[in-house]
């Protein structure tokens, strides 16, 4: 199973948000690179963010509950392409 990056963020709790809102949709979902970004100051920054990845196949209708719903910060979800919120 083929993973892909639908949400990136630089916060541990907005990834879990996330990752909780997928997961009551029925969308398998894992946070990526969390523990890294939390054990090396400026790690996060470094790699992009930490990511809530799912299966490729449930990608789009995640991506479309990540958009339905804001973000936790109220702000709408960065793209999963790495830049982070502007």
């Known amino acids: 199973m083929k993973l892909v990056t639908v949400y990136r963020t630089f916060s541990p709790a907005d990834a879990q ?7 009551a949709s029925d969308i398998p979902a894992m946070v ?37 719903k804001a973000a936790p910060t109220g702000e709408p979800p960065p793209p999963p392409d790495g830049r982070g919120r502007e």
């Open 32 to 68: 990526a690179d969390e523990l890294s970004s939390l054990s090396m100051e400026g790690y996060s920054m470094s790699t992009g963010g930490i990511r809530v990845q799912v299966p490729e196949e449930q990608a789009e209708n995640a991506r479309e509950i990540i958009e339905s």
């Open 17 to 23: 948000l996330i990752r909780s809102v997928l997961e």
